[in-house]
Protein backbone atom coordinates (compact mmCIF):
# COMPACT_ATOMS: atom_id res chain seq x y z
CA UNK A 1 0.00 0.00 0.00
CA UNK A 2 1.99 3.44 -0.82
CA UNK A 3 1.28 6.04 1.12
CA UNK A 4 2.34 9.96 0.76
CA UNK A 5 4.26 10.92 -2.52
CA UNK A 6 8.05 12.61 -3.14
CA UNK A 7 8.40 14.74 -5.34
CA UNK A 8 11.25 14.84 -7.57
CA UNK A 9 12.32 18.37 -9.76
CA UNK A 10 14.44 18.32 -12.56
CA UNK A 11 14.61 17.01 -16.38
CA UNK A 12 11.09 17.05 -18.50
CA UNK A 13 10.66 15.48 -21.68
CA UNK A 14 12.65 12.48 -23.49
CA UNK A 15 16.04 12.21 -23.69
CA UNK A 16 18.07 12.03 -26.46
CA UNK A 17 21.68 12.52 -25.75
CA UNK A 18 22.93 11.44 -22.69
CA UNK A 19 20.25 10.84 -19.49
CA UNK A 20 18.01 13.31 -17.80
CA UNK A 21 17.61 13.62 -14.43
CA UNK A 22 14.98 14.69 -11.38
CA UNK A 23 16.28 14.63 -7.95
CA UNK A 24 14.07 14.98 -4.04
CA UNK A 25 16.41 16.26 -1.09
CA UNK A 26 14.41 13.81 0.93
CA UNK A 27 13.94 11.06 -0.85
CA UNK A 28 10.97 8.82 -1.76
CA UNK A 29 10.98 6.57 0.99
CA UNK A 30 8.96 3.26 1.41
CA UNK A 31 5.66 3.07 0.74
CA UNK A 32 5.74 6.42 -1.39
CA UNK A 33 5.57 6.89 -4.86
CA UNK A 34 7.15 9.77 -7.06
CA UNK A 35 5.59 12.96 -8.83
CA UNK A 36 8.10 14.92 -10.84
CA UNK A 37 8.14 18.97 -11.22
CA UNK A 38 5.00 18.30 -8.91
CA UNK A 39 3.02 15.79 -11.72
CA UNK A 40 2.56 12.53 -12.98
CA UNK A 41 6.00 10.91 -14.33
CA UNK A 42 3.80 10.37 -17.40
CA UNK A 43 4.09 13.96 -18.03
CA UNK A 44 8.61 14.01 -18.01
CA UNK A 45 9.42 10.99 -18.02
CA UNK A 46 9.14 9.37 -21.42
CA UNK A 47 11.20 8.21 -24.26
CA UNK A 48 11.03 7.55 -28.26
CA UNK A 49 7.94 6.12 -29.84
CA UNK A 50 5.37 6.24 -26.90
CA UNK A 51 8.37 5.15 -23.92
CA UNK A 52 6.19 6.44 -21.07
CA UNK A 53 6.75 5.78 -17.05
CA UNK A 54 3.30 6.13 -15.80
CA UNK A 55 3.96 5.41 -11.79
CA UNK A 56 6.70 5.11 -9.95
CA UNK A 57 6.74 3.53 -6.04
CA UNK A 58 8.81 2.19 -3.30
CA UNK A 59 8.19 -1.07 -1.44
CA UNK A 60 9.61 -2.39 1.19
CA UNK A 61 9.57 -6.51 0.70
CA UNK A 62 10.67 -9.77 2.43
CA UNK A 63 12.97 -12.07 1.14
CA UNK A 64 16.19 -11.93 -0.08
CA UNK A 65 16.19 -7.83 -1.04
CA UNK A 66 14.45 -5.87 1.20
CA UNK A 67 13.51 -2.73 -1.74
CA UNK A 68 12.07 -3.13 -4.24
CA UNK A 69 11.37 0.22 -6.88
CA UNK A 70 8.26 -0.51 -8.88
CA UNK A 71 7.12 1.04 -12.17
CA UNK A 72 4.29 1.39 -14.02
CA UNK A 73 5.71 1.86 -17.86
CA UNK A 74 5.43 0.72 -21.61
CA UNK A 75 8.23 0.39 -23.21
CA UNK A 76 8.27 2.00 -27.05
CA UNK A 77 6.18 1.14 -29.89
CA UNK A 78 7.21 -0.39 -32.94
CA UNK A 79 9.93 -2.87 -34.65
CA UNK A 80 14.03 -1.28 -33.95
CA UNK A 81 12.28 1.37 -31.32
CA UNK A 82 14.33 -0.60 -28.92
CA UNK A 83 14.04 0.53 -25.09
CA UNK A 84 13.55 3.23 -22.09
CA UNK A 85 16.49 3.14 -19.85
CA UNK A 86 15.73 3.97 -16.60
CA UNK A 87 18.35 4.05 -13.00
CA UNK A 88 17.55 4.92 -9.92
CA UNK A 89 20.09 6.41 -6.59
CA UNK A 90 19.67 5.72 -3.53
CA UNK A 91 20.99 7.67 -0.41
CA UNK A 92 23.92 5.78 -0.08
CA UNK A 93 24.75 6.66 -4.11
CA UNK A 94 24.06 3.12 -5.35
CA UNK A 95 22.11 3.02 -8.50
CA UNK A 96 19.76 0.50 -10.03
CA UNK A 97 18.89 0.04 -13.50
CA UNK A 98 16.00 -1.14 -15.54
CA UNK A 99 15.61 -0.67 -19.16
CA UNK A 100 11.78 -0.96 -20.26
CA UNK A 101 11.60 -2.91 -23.71
CA UNK A 102 7.83 -3.96 -23.93
CA UNK A 103 5.05 -1.62 -25.63
CA UNK A 104 2.60 -3.05 -23.05
CA UNK A 105 2.28 -1.04 -20.24
CA UNK A 106 3.10 -3.02 -17.21
CA UNK A 107 4.89 -3.14 -13.64
CA UNK A 108 8.57 -3.90 -13.93
CA UNK A 109 10.51 -4.08 -10.46
CA UNK A 110 14.40 -3.36 -9.47
CA UNK A 111 14.89 -4.94 -6.42
CA UNK A 112 17.92 -4.23 -4.10
CA UNK A 113 19.12 -4.07 -0.22
CA UNK A 114 20.56 -0.48 1.39
CA UNK A 115 21.24 0.82 4.34
CA UNK A 116 19.79 3.85 3.09
CA UNK A 117 16.88 2.83 0.98
CA UNK A 118 15.03 6.28 0.23
CA UNK A 119 15.51 6.89 -3.55
CA UNK A 120 17.07 10.65 -4.33
CA UNK A 121 17.10 10.81 -7.88
CA UNK A 122 15.05 8.95 -11.16
CA UNK A 123 17.04 9.04 -14.57
CA UNK A 124 16.05 8.42 -18.32
CA UNK A 125 16.70 8.09 -21.44
CA UNK A 126 16.30 6.55 -25.14
CA UNK A 127 19.90 5.21 -24.68
CA UNK A 128 21.78 2.90 -22.11
CA UNK A 129 23.86 4.96 -20.02
CA UNK A 130 25.70 4.45 -16.92
CA UNK A 131 25.16 7.10 -14.01
CA UNK A 132 28.71 9.15 -13.49
CA UNK A 133 29.25 8.59 -9.93
CA UNK A 134 31.77 10.65 -7.88
CA UNK A 135 33.49 7.74 -6.04
CA UNK A 136 34.78 5.11 -9.37
CA UNK A 137 35.80 2.90 -6.97
CA UNK A 138 32.58 2.29 -5.11
CA UNK A 139 31.49 -1.74 -5.91
CA UNK A 140 28.81 -2.37 -7.83
CA UNK A 141 25.17 -2.93 -5.50
CA UNK A 142 23.76 -6.19 -5.98
CA UNK A 143 19.79 -6.11 -6.90
CA UNK A 144 17.70 -7.98 -9.02
CA UNK A 145 15.72 -6.97 -12.13
CA UNK A 146 11.96 -8.54 -12.94
CA UNK A 147 10.83 -6.85 -16.01
CA UNK A 148 8.18 -7.40 -17.28
CA UNK A 149 6.98 -8.69 -13.61
CA UNK A 150 4.61 -11.87 -13.67
Not at 30 to 38: I, L
Amino acid sequence: MTTGTANFNGDCGECTSGYYTATSSGGMQPNQSATVNGNSPQNCVVANDGGTVYQIELQSIAGLYNYQVRVDAQGPKGIGSGSMYLAFQDQTGDVYYLSIYSSTREWHEVSYNSSQPNIVAIYWSDYSFTVNQSDAAKAKPAYKVLSPVG
